[in-house]
């Protein structure tokens, strides 16, 4: 059996309408002046404010406000919102969104006592010179309303530079939400390219830890019980937007697709590079770099046995072709269904995108984890199939 060792999880509050209960847990946590973060977009909808006022009904907690949130976590809003909850003294960030949000408070919770640096700065030494008397920074508590980056359960996520048009860490250590809040029915507005881009972000986190160098039973486990969840419940949620036991599967799925001691490998490798270089959105990137990820490395022998528990998840037919090919047809093809565009579809020529290629080959931390050994030509094979699609 592989060595691993475990981490620290998050608490993680789960069911339909938890939300409600978002002040209440404020108070529990001593929480005195609390930011809440979310983008103008999310809170069109109708579903922040009713959270807001079970904060504001709270005796004692003074609540600020900022929707500044954009896209991909830009530096310039860390460094803004890092600002903001040094002028206002925040205590506590109630981050209200998808992987964007709650990547940008998680870093602005950070950064918050060192504002007198460029955020880009941090990046690039891969750290936060925080003073010695706020190491935990501000507390957090995450509510994702979309179903795919799992951020909530993570001590770090990318971030983009730029000055460098590159997304990267810092990551934080141990620093972690004190709860993370999934309410299926603030999922239930999505749209459905963002239902089902986010949900292949979960995936790809799922099927990656499930195959890396860092895999272990936990990740049969949990991973495992991730891709059956989404795989099963993508289509429903897409037929029937309200549909909450779909919702659920999907929200809990990318929770337990990342709250795992795995890291992912080629397909976040590629997809990341791709979407910071050409401003697409990340689950884009994911849903296109996955099926070459994985073939790739179907044919390693020593990840058979989880590649069969993947296909199996998935309700694969394996009797014709080996597992790993199965999963990479049947993710191709549930793309193209859906209507996912080639990177050649969104405008790019394969000269612009081979472009990327330095930066993948430079990545010293989701490449190192991929069971097969790859290079440059490897790398070209498979932008070649998110291009040609």
């Given amino acids: 059996?592989?060595?691993?060792?475990?981490?620290?999880?998050?608490?993680?509050?789960?069911?339909?309408?938890?939300?409600?209960?978002?002040?209440?847990?404020?108070?529990?946590?001593?929480a005195r002046r609390v930011m809440a973060v979310y983008d103008k977009g999310l809170y069109s909808t109708g579903i922040v404010e009713p959270v807001l006022q079970?904060?504001?009904?709270?005796?004692?907690?003074?609540?600020?406000?900022?929707?500044?949130?954009?896209?991909?976590?830009?530096?310039?809003?860390?460094?803004?919102?890092?600002?903001?909850?040094?002028?206002?003294?925040?205590?506590?960030?109630?981050?209200?969104?998808?992987?964007?949000?709650?990547?940008?408070?998680?870093?602005a919770s950070m950064y918050r006592y060192c504002t007198d640096i460029p955020f880009s700065e941090c990046q690039e030494?891969?750290?936060?010179?925080?003073?010695?008397?706020?190491?935990?920074?501000?507390?957090?508590?995450?509510?994702?309303?979309?179903?795919?980056?799992?951020?909530?359960?993570?001590a770090g996520g990318p971030?983009?530079?730029?000055?460098?048009?590159?997304?990267?860490?810092?990551?934080?250590?141990?620093?972690?939400?004190?709860?993370?809040?999934?309410?299926?029915t603030l999922t239930t507005g999505l749209p459905p390219f963002l239902t089902y881009t986010t949900a292949m972000d979960a995936l790809s986190h799922a099927i990656e830890g499930m195959t890396g160098k860092t895999r272990s039973p936990r990740s049969d486990m949990f991973c495992g019980q991730a891709v059956e969840y989404i795989w099963r419940s993508l289509p429903k949620a897409l037929e029937n937007g309200q549909d909450l036991e779909a919702r659920g599967e999907l929200l809990l799925g990318a929770n337990l697709a990342i709250g795992v001691e795995?890291?992912?490998?080629?397909?976040?490798?590629?997809?990341?590079?791709?979407?910071?270089?050409?401003?697409?959105?990340?689950?884009?990137?994911?849903?296109?770099?996955?099926?070459p990820a994985v073939r790739m490395v179907a044919g390693s022998p020593e990840i058979q046995?989880?590649?069969?528990?993947?296909?199996?998840?998935?309700?694969?037919?394996?009797?014709?072709?080996?597992?790993?090919i199965a999963i990479a047809d049947a993710v191709r093809n549930r793309n193209r269904a859906f209507g996912i565009k080639s990177l050649k579809d969104l405008g790019l020529t394969f000269e612009q995108v081979k472009e990327a290629i330095p930066q993948i080959m430079a990545?010293?931390?989701?490449?190192?984890?991929?069971?097969?050994?790859?290079?440059?030509?490897?790398?070209?094979?498979?932008?070649?199939?998110?291009?040609e699609y």
């Fill in 262 to 291: 795995t890291l992912r490998h080629l397909g976040h490798a590629i997809g990341q590079p791709v979407g910071g270089m050409f401003h697409i959105a990340h689950g884009h990137t994911c849903a296109l770099a996955l099926p």
């Fill in 54 to 107: 079970t904060i504001e009904a709270q005796e004692g907690i003074a609540l600020s406000r900022f929707d500044g949130i954009e896209p991909e976590s830009p530096d310039y809003v860390v460094e803004a919102l890092g600002r903001a909850a040094a002028a206002f003294d925040a205590d506590m960030f109630v981050a209200i969104g998808g992987g964007s949000t709650i990547d940008t408070a998680r870093a």
């Fill in 125 to 154: 030494k891969m750290f936060i010179p925080l003073p010695e008397d706020q190491v935990n920074g501000i507390k957090l508590i995450f509510v994702p309303t979309t179903a795919g980056t799992g951020a909530e359960m993570s």
């Fill in 159 to 184: 971030l983009l530079n730029t000055k460098t048009n590159i997304k990267g860490g810092p990551f934080f250590g141990s620093k972690l939400s004190v709860l993370n809040v999934l309410d299926p």
């Fill in 1 to 30: 059996m592989r060595k691993f060792i475990t981490q620290p999880w998050p608490r993680v509050l789960f069911g339909e309408g938890t939300s409600s209960e978002i002040g209440n847990y404020c108070k529990e946590f001593g």
């Fill in 305 to 324: 046995r989880e590649l069969q528990l993947i296909a199996d998840k998935m309700k694969l037919d394996t009797r014709a072709c080996p597992p790993g």
């Fill in 363 to 387: 990545d010293g931390r989701l490449l190192p984890n991929a069971v097969v050994d790859v290079t440059e030509a490897d790398v070209e094979t498979m932008l070649r199939e998110m291009y």
